[in-house]
C-alpha cells in the first residue's frame, strides 16, 4: 500500500483500500502520511531545537516536552501542538513565542498540521466538539496581549496561515477568534508594518472564507428526490455515509481507473456502471455528473448527497484527502452537530459586548461549515462597524477607532464583493443578514463626517447595488431618497459630502441596468416614490447650479460648485450614454445568442438523432433540449412586449394617480372624483380614510383638513373611518394628539374643528378607557392643548399662557373634577418642548434656518440633520418591513424598458444641457458633456420613436448653432454644428420628422460657406424682382410671397426653431460683419465632405426614413425659395440628387418618396420667380428622363405618379405662368417624340396635359399640344386605343378650344375616325367588353369607349362656333345612325339616351333661357358656348336628327318611344315659344316619318303624350281672372306663358290634321278616340272662352294683347279644333273599321251631337246679328256703351265668319255624304236645323243646305235627286241677298 501510494497512484490505492476494513486502511494510511513527511520532520526538529536553545530552564515543561519528542523521532499532531501550545504560553519569553507561532505558521504552509483530531487539551464536559485545530488557534490568539511586535508579526502569520491553508479546517468560533485577533493587532500595534501585514492577512483569510463558500454550493434536489430523500433520512447516519463510501464513491473511483487504463470496452454502458445500483448506465445526471440507469437512481443519489453533505467535514475529507478513519469521521461528525447548535460565545468574546439572539436566527438553518464561517464573520465585521465614535476632540475624533472602524468597512465590502452566485446571492440566510445588519450598519455609516468611513459606505452601497439588489429593493430606495438625496439637497452638508455622493451617483449612471432596475422598480410602481426622477431631477439642478442659492452661499467656494456642477453634469450625460450603449450590447447579444442558439440546437438535434442517446427521461437532460430552452431564453429576454407594456400601464397608473393628487389638492372634491374615476377608491369611507395616511402621495394636509372637516355624511364617514383606524392605547393625550394632527392640517373654522375633537376625544377615551371620566374631558383637554400650542409658537402671541394659567384654564373639566396637576404640567411642558406640528412645516423651518446660517453653524445643523435622516431611514425601513407588501424584483431585460425612463428624464435633461450649454462659453469639457449628451438623448428618442422629446431635443440643438440668428459664433457652435451632422449621419433612419432641423442647418451652411469663400448668392443668378413685376401674373405672386421690398440688399430668412415662427430681417452692416465671420469659421472647420456624404448616404436609408428626408429636405427647400427676389435652390438642387441616388429603390418605396418630392416640385414650379419655375421644370424633366429608362410592367402607375407634377401644373394649379406651361408642353411632346417606346402609364399623364393644354388660352400652347396629339393619333394609333378615355378626353379638348383655324374640326375628324376604329374593334372581338389593355376596372359598362365619344361630339354641339357646332352633331348622330344597330344593345342605346342625347337637348333648353334667366351655367358647356339666337337652329338640327335615328331604326328603339316622346315633351312645355314651336315640328316629323312604322302600342303611347299636351298647355289661366269693370290691377299670370300655351294648343291641332291626313288608315281606333278627345276639350275651353265677352274685356283691360284691336280670344283654335274634330268624326262614320268596334256608336252620337251644336250656335249668332243691325239705328245710346256693343258686335261676326267655312266644307259636306240610313235615322235633329240655315246671311251656306236637303231629304219625300249647276252666287255679281 506504502509503495502504491507513494507511486501516486492515488484514485487505484483509495480503490484497493475501499476493499478492506474501514479502520484500518485509514489509521495505515495516516501512519505512512506522517512518516513520509520530510518537511514537517524538518519543521519540528528546527522548532524544537531552537526552543531548547532559547528556553529559560523556568520553562521546564516545555523544555521537556521539547526534548521528548526529539528522542522519539516520530511525531503525532497532538504531540506537536501540545509542545507549541506551550511554547505560545510562555510570557515574557517573547523569542520562545515567535519559535513557536513561527513553528505553526510552517506547519500549517506544508500542510503538516490539519487538526482535525479531537482537542486532547480541554475538558469535554465543558466544551463539546472541539476540535485540536481549536485548541491550536486558542493558544495563538492568547499571545495577542503581548505588546512584543515581532509576537504580533508572528502571530497574524500563523493565523494567516491556518484560515488560507486548503488542507487546514478552521471554522465556527475559531475563525471568529482568528479574525478578532488581527483586528486587535492591527488595532493595538504601534507598529505600521505589523498593522499593514494584519490588514493583508484580514484580506486574504476573508478571501479564502468566501472562496470555499462559493465553492461548496449545496445541491439542488428537485421535487422528485423528496420521497427517497425522507426515506434515507429514516436510516442511521453511519449507514448512509458507509453506503455512499463503500457502494458508491469508491466504485465510482475504480470504475475510472478502468475506463482510463483502457478497459472502457467493457463498461456495459454508454457512461458506465450507474453509481447507486452498478446497473448500466445509458445516462448521466446534469446536478451531479454522475452515471445513473435511471429516474429512480438519480433521485436515490440526490437525497443521498444531501444528507452526506449535512455533514460536509466528512465529505471534504474524502474529495481532498481520500482518507478517513473512524475517529475522524466521527470527529467531523462531531463537528458539524456542534456547528449546529452554535451560540453567540465567540461574537460576545470578540466583540467585547452581548449579541442578541435574533440576530443570528438566520444561522440556524445553515449546515454547511463553510458558509456558516462566512456568516459569522460578517456577521462579526457588521457589528463592529456599528459601534459609535467617542464624540469628537476639539474637532479631531480619536484615530484609533477611525481605523478600527474603516477596517471593518472596509472587511464588509471586501465579503460582499467577493459574494459569487454559488452561495452569497442565492443563500437566504445571508441575504437576511446582509438586510438586517449591513443595511444598518451603513445608515449608521453612511452620514458620517469622517470623509473615509463615509466613502467605504458609499462603496459598500455601490457594491450592495451591483451584487444584492434583486434582494435589497426596499433598502436601496430608502437609502437613496432618506439619506443621499437628502444630503444633496441639503443647504448644510459639506463639499466632501456632495462630492462623494455625487461620484457614487456617476457610478450608478455607468451601469445602465442598475440605472433602469431603479426606474422599473421605484418610479413604476404605484406604492413607491420616483426614485429615478427624483435622482435625475436633483441632478439636473445640481448642474445648473441651482442649489447653490444662498444656504449654501457660506458653504461651498465657486471652484467647489464648478466642481459638484461638473459631477452632476459628467453623471447625466454618462447615464445615458450608458443606456445607449446597454440597449445597442442587449440587442446585438440577443441577435448573436438567438442566431448561434438555432444553430446548435440544430446540429445537435441532429447528432442525438442519429446516435439514439436520448432516454426520454424529462429531468435527464440531454444537451439538445438545453439548446432548445435557451433558444427560447434568447428569444424571451429582452422581447417581452407583454413586460414593457405592464411597465408601461404602470407608469400610466402611477401618472394617473399623480393628476388625481394634484386635482384633490387644488379641489378635494374634484379630486375625489377622479380618483373614483380612475378606480383607486371606491364609495367605501374606509378606502378614503386609508389614502389619507398615505402621506408619502403628496396630499396637501390643509386640503385634507378642509375636506374632512366639511359637515356633509359622507366626509364625516371618513373622518370617523379615519379615527377609527388609529391605535392610541396606552399613550399619553399630547402624544396621540400629536399622531392624529399629523395626518392633516387643523381647518381654520372652529366648528370643523369641534367635530374633528369630538371624534378623537371618542377614540381616545375608547382605546383608554381609565384616563378620563367621559369624553368631554377629552374633548375639552384636546382643545386646550390645540390653543396652548398656538399661544406658546406664534410668534403674534405676545404675551404667553403660563403653566399655572393652563392648569387653571383646565379645572373641573374631568366631570367636575380636576385633573392631576402634575398631569397637565407634564402636558404642558411636552408642547413647550416639542410643538404640535406638521413635518412639511418643520422642514420649511429648517430650511429656513439653513438659509440664515453661517458656515460655523451649518455643521451642527448638518448633525441635526444627520440623525434625523437615520432615524428617519430607520422608521421607514421598520414600517416597511412591518407592512411586508413587497413587489418583485422587475430585472432591467427589455430594451422597451428604455421608452418610459426617457419620457421621465427627457424634460430635465433637455433643461440642464440647454441651459449649461447657453452659459458655458470658455468651459470646454462642459461643452464637450452638453453636446454628447444631446447627441445620446437623440439616440434614445430617435431609436424608440418618441417624435416629440427628438424633435425637442433635435430643434435645441439646431438653436445652438448659431445658424439661425445673427450673432457671433464661438466654438461651441461649430462643435453643435458637428454633433448636428453627426446626427444625421448615424440616426438617419429614425430621425424623422427631425431631420428638418438637420437639413436647415445644412441648407444654411452652404450659405456661408458661398459667403466665406465670397462666391456668388444664388439669387444673383435668377434676377430679380424687376423679372418679377414683368410677369404675367407678377401682381398676384407678389403678394402671394409676402416678400419685402429689399432695393438690392440681401434679406436672411431667420426661423426660430421649436416655435414655427418665420420672420425676414434686413442685414445692416454690422449684422453682414457678423455673417462674414461666422461664415470663415464654419468653412475653416466644417468639413463640406460631411454634407455630401450625408446626402450619399440616403441610399442606406430606410423605407420610412427616406420619405421623411425627402419631406423635409423639400420643407427646407420651400423656406429657401420663400422670397420671389432672393430665392436659392441648394435643397431644391439636393432633393434632385437624392432623387437620383435612390432612383434603384423599390418602386414601392420610390413611390412613397415622390409623393413628397413632387408636391414640392409643384410649388417651386409656381414660383413668382419665371427662372426658378423653369430650373424646376428642367429638374423634373431630368428626373422623368431618367425614370422613363425603367421598365414598368402592366398594371402599375407609377410612370403616371412620376409625371404628375406636370399634370398638377397645367391643370390643377392657378396663377401657373405661360412660359412655364409652354416648357411643359415642350417637354412632353419632346418626350412623346423620343420615349415613346418607354412610356406605359405615362401616357394617361400625357393626355391630361395636352388635354389642359387645349383649354389654355394660348394659342400657341395649344398648337404645340395638338400637333403632338396628331403625332401620337400617326404614328402611335395603338397608344391612343390603349388609352381610350384619356386621348378621346384630349381631343374632345382640342374640339372645344377657341383656337384659330382647323384645330376643333380636325379633332371632331380624329373622334369619328376613333369611333369607326372602335366599331371595327368591337366587331373583331365580337362584342368583348375589353375593348383596350386599359384598367378593367376603368371600364364599368360595355359602352364606356362609345360613351366617351358620343359625350364630346354632345358637349361640342353646345360650341359657340356655328360650324364646330354643326359638325359636332352631325358626327353624334351620324355615329349613332352608322354604328348603333351593329354596336349597340339595348342597355347601350339606354345609356347613350340618358348620358348623351338628353343631356345635349338639357344643354340646349338651358342656352335658349335670357341671360338673366339662367339661374347657372351648364356643367357642359364649353369657354365660350351658343348665342341665344343660334340655339333654336341647333335645337331643330339636334331634334330633326333625333326624329330621323329613331326613323331609322324605329323597330330597334321602340324601347325609348317613352323617353323620346318625354324628351319631345319637353322641348314643347319648354318656357321660350321658338323651343315649343321646335318640339311641336319635331313631333309633327316624328309621327310623319315613323307613322306608318308604328305598332299599336307606339300609338297608344304617342296619342297619350300628345292628350297630355293638350292638357298641359291649355290655357286655364286665362279663366282665372275676375271680372272687372275698371280694368285696374295686374295679369295674375305670366302673359308670355299663356301666349305660348295657346300657340302650343293651335300647333297641335294642326300636327293632328295633319297625322290624321297622312296616317289616319293606320291609326288604331283606339287611339283616334283618344285624339278626339283631346280636339274636343280644346274646342270646349275655347268656346266658353270666346263666349265670356266680358272676360275677354277685361283681360284687354289689364293689358293683355293690348296692341290688337280685338279683343282676347280663342277663335282660330276653337275654328281648328272643331274643324279638325268634325272631319275625322265624319271619317270614322264612313270608316269601315270601325263598324265592328266599341267606338262606332260613340263616334256617331259624338258627330251629331257636335253637328247640332255648332249648327244651332252659328244660327243663333246669325241671328244676334240681324237683330243688332236692326236696333242700332234705332236705339241711341251713350258712346261708352256704344263702344263696348260694337265690340260684342265685332267679336260675334267674326265667331260667325268663321264658322262659315266650317259648317259649309265640313258639316254640309260631311252630311251630303252620310250614309242615308244614318242621315234618316237623325233626320228629326238635322231637318230643323237645315231649315234655319236657308235663312242665313251668308249665301254659301245656303248653297250647301240645298244640296244636302236635295240629296238626303228629298229621297225621305221621294225626289229624286241630280247633280245640277250650282246656283250662282248672287254676291259675286254684286247683288244683295
Request: with cysteine.
Amino acid at each position: 500500500l506504502s509503495s502504491l501510494f507513494h507511486s501516486c497512484n492515488y484514485i487505484a490505492a483509495l480503490g484497493v483500500c475501499a476493499t478492506l476494513p474501514l479502520s484500518i486502511a485509514a489509521t495505515d494510511c495516516r501512519e505512512v502520511f506522517w512518516m513520509s513527511g520530510p518537511a514537517v520532520v524538518e519543521v519540528v526538529k528546527d522548532t524544537f531545537n531552537a526552543i531548547l536553545k532559547e528556553a529559560p530552564k523556568k520553562l521546564k515543561d516545555l523544555r521537556d516536552e521539547c526534548a521528548a519528542e526529539l528522542e522519539r523521532g516520530t511525531c503525532s499532531e497532538a504531540s506537536i501542538c501540545k509542545a507549541l501550545r506551550l511554547g505560545c504560553g510562555a510570557a515574557g519569553n517573547p523569542k520562545v513565542v515567535a519559535l513557536s507561532l513561527e513553528a505553526l505558521h510552517r506547519l500549517f504552509k506544508c500542510g503538516g498540521l490539519l487538526g482535525k483530531g479531537p482537542d486532547p487539551f480541554t475538558d469535554t464536559g465543558n466544551v463539546t466538539a472541539r476540535c485540536l485545530i481549536d485548541a491550536v488557534i486558542d493558544s495563538i490568539a492568547g499571545c495577542a496581549d503581548q505588546a512584543d511586535e515581532l509576537v504580533q508579526l508572528r502571530q497574524v502569520e500563523a493565523l494567516q496561515a491556518a484560515l488560507t491553508t486548503p488542507s487546514c479546517e478552521v471554522h465556527g468560533n475559531s475563525c471568529v477568534l482568528a479574525i478578532s485577533t488581527c483586528v486587535k493587532v492591527y488595532k493595538d500595534s504601534k507598529s505600521q508594518t505589523n498593522q499593514r501585514q494584519a490588514n493583508q492577512a484580514l484580506t486574504q483569510m476573508l478571501s479564502s472564507i468566501t472562496q470555499r463558500m462559493e465553492l461548496t454550493p449545496g445541491l439542488k434536489i428537485d421535487a422528485g428526490s423528496e420521497a427517497a430523500y425522507r426515506e434515507l433520512k429514516a436510516l442511521p447516519r453511519a449507514a448512509v455515509r458507509q453506503d455512499f463510501i463503500n457502494q458508491s464513491y469508491t466504485d465510482q473511483m475504480i470504475d475510472k481507473v478502468v475506463m482510463q487504463n483502457g478497459a472502457a470496452e467493457e463498461a456495459p454502458g454508454k457512461f458506465g456502471w450507474c453509481v447507486v445500483c452498478r446497473s448500466p448506465a445509458m445516462h448521466y445526471c446534469v446536478d451531479t455528473k454522475d452515471p445513473v440507469c435511471g429516474r429512480t437512481c438519480k433521485q436515490r443519489n440526490l437525497a443521498r448527497l444531501k444528507l452526506v453533505n449535512t455533514s460536509s467535514q466528512m465529505t471534504e475529507d474524502f474529495t481532498t484527502d481520500g482518507v478517513s478513519s473512524e475517529a475522524t469521521t466521527a470527529a467531523a461528525t462531531t463537528i458539524a452537530e456542534a456547528m449546529a447548535t452554535t451560540s453567540s460565545q465567540a461574537l460576545t468574546v470578540a466583540l467585547g459586548e452581548q449579541v442578541q439572539p435574533e440576530s443570528l436566527m438566520e444561522l440556524e438553518a445553515v449546515t454547511n461549515p463553510y458558509h456558516r464561517d462566512t456568516l459569522l464573520v460578517f456577521h462579526y465585521l457588521c457589528k463592529m462597524s456599528m459601534k459609535d465614535l467617542p464624540p469628537a476632540t476639539n474637532g479631531q475624533v480619536a484615530s484609533n477607532p477611525v481605523r478600527v472602524k474603516k477596517l471593518s468597512l472596509e472587511l464588509v465590502s471586501s465579503i460582499l464583493q467577493n459574494s459569487g452566485p454559488g452561495y452569497g446571492l442565492a443563500n437566504t440566510s445571508y441575504i437576511m443578514m446582509v438586510k438586517k445588519l449591513t443595511c444598518i450598519a451603513l445608515i449608521k455609516n453612511s452620514v458620517s463626517s469622517v470623509p473615509k468611513i463615509f466613502s467605504l459606505s458609499l462603496q459598500i452601497f455601490m457594491t450592495l447595488i451591483t451584487n444584492f439588489r434583486e434582494h435589497l429593493r426596499m433598502e436601496i430606495g430608502v437609502f437613496i431618497e432618506q439619506i443621499f438625496l437628502r444630503i444633496l439637497e441639503s443647504g448644510n452638508s459639506s463639499f466632501q459630502h456632495k462630492n462623494r455622493v455625487l461620484h457614487t451617483f456617476y457610478k450608478l449612471c455607468t451601469d445602465a441596468s442598475t440605472a433602469l432596475e431603479l426606474f422599473l422598480n421605484f418610479d413604476c410602481d404605484v406604492d413607491e416614490k420616483n426614485i429615478f426622477e427624483r435622482m435625475v431631477d436633483c441632478l439636473s439642478k445640481i448642474a445648473q447650479g441651482k442649489y447653490t442659492s444662498l444656504e449654501h452661499s457660506n458653504l461651498i467656494q465657486p471652484h467647489q460648485e464648478q466642481e459638484l456642477k461638473g459631477l452632476a453634469l459628467q453623471a447625466l450625460v454618462t447615464l445615458m450614454e450608458s443606456i445607449v450603449d446597454w440597449a445597442k450590447r442587449v440587442t446585438e447579444e440577443q441577435q448573436a445568442l438567438l442566431t448561434s442558439t438555432l444553430i446548435a440546437s440544430k446540429k445537435k438535434e441532429e447528432t442525438y438523432d442519429a446516435t439514439g442517446d436520448s432516454d426520454g427521461d424529462d429531468d435527464i437532460k440531454s444537451n439538445s433540449t438545453a439548446a432548445k430552452e435557451a433558444a427560447t431564453a434568447a428569444v424571451t429576454v429582452g422581447s417581452t412586449p407583454n413586460a414593457a407594456s405592464s411597465i408601461v400601464s404602470q407608469k400610466q397608473r402611477k401618472l394617473e394617480l399623480q393628476i388625481g393628487v394634484n386635482k384633490f389638492n387644488m379641489k378635494p372634491k374634484r379630486g375625489i372624483e377622479y380618483l373614483k374615476q380612475m378606480g383607486f377608491i371606491s364609495d367605501n369611507p374606509q378606502d378614503m380614510a386609508e389614502l389619507f395616511l398615505k402621506g408619502e402621495l403628496g396630499l396637501d394636509k390643509t386640503a385634507i383638513g378642509d375636506y374632512l372637516g366639511e359637515d356633509k355624511p359622507f366626509n364625516k364617514a371618513i373622518l370617523y373611518s379615519l379615527v377609527e383606524s388609529r391605535d392610541f392605547r396606552q399613550q399619553e393625550l399630547d402624544i396621540s394628539l400629536r399622531n392624529f394632527l399629523s395626518i392633516f392640517r387643523l381647518p381654520g373654522e372652529a366648528q370643523k374643528i369641534d367635530r374633528m375633537m369630538e371624534k378623537f376625544a371618542e377614540k381616545y377615551c375608547q382605546d383608554n378607557p381609565d384616563v378620563f371620566a367621559n369624553a368631554d374631558c377629552a374633548f375639552v383637554l384636546s382643545f386646550s392643548l390645540i390653543m396652548l400650542q398656538t399661544d406658546l409658537h406664534n410668534p403674534g402671541v405676545v404675551r404667553k399662557m403660563t403653566k399655572d394659567e393652563f392648569v387653571r384654564n383646565n379645572r373641573g373639566i374631568n366631570n367636575g373634577q380636576d385633573l392631576p396637576r402634575e398631569y397637565l404640567e407634564g402636558l404642558y411642558d411636552s408642547i413647550v418642548a416639542n410643538p404640535i406640528a406638521l413635518k412639511e412645516d418643520e422642514e420649511l423651518k429648517n430650511r429656513l434656518d439653513s438659509q440664515a446660517a453661517q458656515s460655523w453653524q451649518k455643521q451642527d445643523l448638518f448633525q441635526r440633520e444627520t440623525e434625523s435622516m437615520i432615524t428617519k431611514t430607520q422608521e421607514m425601513m421598520r414600517e416597511k418591513s412591518r407592512v411586508g407588501k413587497s413587489s418583485a424584483y422587475v430585472v432591467a431585460q427589455s430594451v422597451e424598458h428604455i421608452r418610459p425612463l426617457f419620457e421621465v428624464a427627457c424634460w430635465p435633461y433637455l433643461a440642464t444641457l440647454a441651459v449649461l450649454l447657453e452659459m458655458s462659453d470658455d468651459n470646454a469639457n462642459t461643452v464637450a458633456l452638453c453636446i454628447e449628451g444631446f447627441k445620446h438623448c437623440i439616440r434614445i428618442a430617435a431609436r424608440f420613436e418618441m417624435e416629440t422629446e427628438r424633435d425637442a431635443f433635435v430643434s435645441s440643438l439646431a438653436k445652438f448653432t448659431y445658424l439661425t440668428t445673427i450673432k457671433e459664433m464661438k466654438q461651441k457652435n461649430i462643435e453643435c454644428i458637428k454633433a448636428l451632422l453627426m446626427i444625421g449621419l448615424s440616426e438617419g433612419d429614425n430621425l424623422g420628422p427631425s431631420w428638418q432641423y438637420v437639413l436647415f442647418c445644412i441648407s444654411q451652411l452652404q450659405r456661408m460657406e458661398l459667403l466665406g469663400t465670397h462666391r456668388k448668392q444664388d439669387f444673383l443668378f435668377f434676377g430679380g424682382e424687376d423679372e418679377v413685376a414683368a410677369s404675367p401674373t407678377g401682381q398676384h405672386q407678389a403678394t402671394r410671397s409676402n416678400s419685402i421690398s429689399t432695393k438690392g440688399g440681401e434679406v436672411v430668412k431667420r426661423r426660430a426653431h421649436g416655435l414655427g415662427v418665420s420672420a425676414l430681417v434686413n442685414l445692416g452692416q454690422d449684422d453682414r460683419q457678423v455673417e462674414l465671420v461666422n461664415s470663415e469659421s464654419v468653412v475653416s472647420q466644417i468639413d463640406s465632405a460631411q454634407i455630401e456624404l450625408l446626402f450619399n448616404k440616403t441610399t442606406s436609408l430606410s423605407p420610412q426614413a427616406i420619405v421623411h428626408f425627402v419631406t423635409q429636405l423639400a420643407r427646407v427647400s420651400k423656406e429657401e425659395l420663400a422670397l420671389a427676389d432672393q430665392p436659392r435652390i441648394f435643397s431644391l438642387q439636393k432633393l434632385v440628387e437624392v432623387a437620383d441616388y435612390n432612383m434603384r429603390r423599390s418602386r414601392l418605396e420610390w413611390q412613397k418618396m415622390w409623393r413628397a418630392m413632387s408636391k414640392h416640385f409643384i410649388e417651386a414650379a409656381s414660383h413668382p420667380n419665371i427662372k426658378v419655375c423653369l430650373y424646376t421644370i428642367d429638374c423634373v424633366r431630368q428626373l422623368a428622363w431618367k425614370f422613363l429608362d425603367k421598365e414598368e410592367l402592366s398594371m402599375f402607375q407609377f410612370q403616371a405618379d412620376f409625371l404628375q407634377p406636370f399634370e398638377v401644373l397645367m391643370v390643377s394649379t392657378p396663377n401657373v405662368a405661360r412660359e412655364v406651361k409652354d416648357h411643359i408642353v415642350s417637354i412632353i411632346a419632346w418626350m412623346v417624340e423620343k420615349k415613346a417606346s418607354g412610356i406605359k402609364s405615362g401616357w394617361k399623364i400625357v393626355f391630361h396635359i395636352f388635354r389642359a393644354a387645349a383649354q389654355d388660352s394660348y394659342e400657341e400652347i395649344t398648337q404645340t399640344a395638338f400637333a403632338s396629339m396628331e403625332y401620337i393619333i400617326r404614328e402611335k394609333h395603338d397608344v391612343l386605343i390603349d388609352n381610350f378615355t384619356d386621348g378621346i378626353g384630349a381631343l374632345l379638348a382640342f374640339g372645344q378650344c377657341q383656337c384659330k383655324g382647323d384645330v376643333s374640326k380636325k379633332s371632331i375628324e380624329h373622334l369619328m375616325e376613333a369611333a369607326d376604329n372602335l366599331a371595327e374593334k368591337a366587331a373583331a372581338s365580337m362584342g368583348s367588353d375589353k375593348v383596350s389593355g386599359a384598367d378593367p376596372s376603368a371600364v364599368r359598362h360595355p359602352a364606356e369607349h362609345w360613351l366617351h365619344i358620343l359625350r364630346g361630339l354632345s358637349s361640342l354641339g353646345s360650341d359657340n362656333r356655328r360650324e364646330v357646332r354643326s359638325a359636332a352633331l352631325d358626327g353624334l348622330f351620324d355615329c349613332l345612325q352608322k354604328h348603333g344597330s351593329s354596336s349597340f344593345d339595348e342597355d347601350t342605346w339606354r345609356l347613350v339616351f340618358n348620358t348623351v342625347i338628353k343631356p345635349l337637348f338639357d344643354d340646349i333648353h338651358h342656352q335658349m333661357q335670357p341671360r338673366d334667366q339662367q339661374k347657372q351655367p351648364s356643367d357642359r358647356g364649353t369657354q365660350g358656348s351658343q348665342s341665344f339666337a343660334d340655339a333654336p337652329s341647333t335645337c331643330l338640327q339636334a331634334l330633326t336628327a333625333l326624329v330621323r335615328l329613331v326613323d331609322e331604326h324605329l323597330a330597334l328603339l321602340s324601347f325609348l318611344m317613352d323617353d323620346v316622346l318625354k324628351l319631345i315633351r319637353n322641348c314643347i312645355t319648354h318656357d321660350t315659344e321658338s323651343l315649343a314651336r321646335i318640339g311641336v315640328e319635331g313631333f309633327k316629323q316624328l309621327l310623319l316619318l315613323a307613322g306608318r312604322k308604328m305598332d299599336q302600342t307606339s300609338w297608344a303611347k304617342v296619342t297619350v303624350c300628345i292628350k297630355e299636351l293638350f292638357a298641359n298647355s291649355m290655357p286655364k289661366q286665362l279663366m282665372c281672372v275676375e271680372v272687372t269693370a275698371s280694368g285696374e290691377g295686374e295679369l295674375p299670370f305670366r302673359k308670355d306663358d299663356v301666349v305660348i300655351q295657346c300657340v302650343v294648343q293651335l300647333l297641335l291641332i294642326d300636327m293632328l290634321q295633319e297625322t290624321f291626313r297622312d296616317h289616319y288608315p293606320v291609326m288604331p281606333a283606339e287611339s283616334v278616340m283618344t285624339l278626339l278627345d283631346a280636339l274636343k276639350n280644346s274646342y270646349e275651353f275655347a268656346q266658353e272662352f270666346n263666349q265670356q265677352i266680358e272676360l275677354r274685356q277685361t283681360l284687354k283691360r289689364l293689358g293683355f294683347i293690348r296692341e290688337m284691336r280685338q279683343l282676347p280670344g280663342l277663335l282660330k283654335q276653337e275654328r281648328e279644333a272643331l274643324s279638325c274634330s268634325l272631319t275625322v268624326l265624319f271619317q270614322v262614320q264612313a270608316d269601315p273599321k270601325f263598324q265592328e268596334t266599341e267606338y262606332a256608336e260613340k263616334a256617331i252620337e259624338r258627330l251629331m251631337q257636335m253637328c247640332s251644336m255648332v249648327l244651332k250656335n252659328y244660327i243663333n249668332k246669325e241671328r244676334m246679328i240681324q237683330e243688332q243691325h236692326a236696333q242700332a239705328e234705332q236705339q241711341q245710346q251713350a258712346d261708352s256703351t256704344n263702344q263696348e256693343r260694337e265690340a260684342v258686335q265685332v267679336e260675334m261676326e267674326r265667331e260667325v265668319l268663321g264658322l262659315v267655312p266650317i259648317i259649309s266644307y265640313v258639316v254640309m259636306t260631311g252630311l251630303k255624304d252620310l250614309q242615308s240610313e244614318l242621315f234618316s235615322r237623325h233626320v228629326q235633329i238635322l231637318f230643323p236645323l237645315l231649315c234655319e240655315l236657308t235663312a242665313v246671311s251668308s249665301w254659301e251656306v245656303r248653297e250647301k243646305v240645298r244640296s244636302v236637303l236635295l240629296k238626303q231629304v228629298g229621297p225621305i219625300l221621294g225626289v229624286s235627286y241630280t247633280e245640277e249647276e250650282a246656283p250662282k252666287n248672287p254676291e259675286d255679281d254684286g247683288g244683295s241677298v
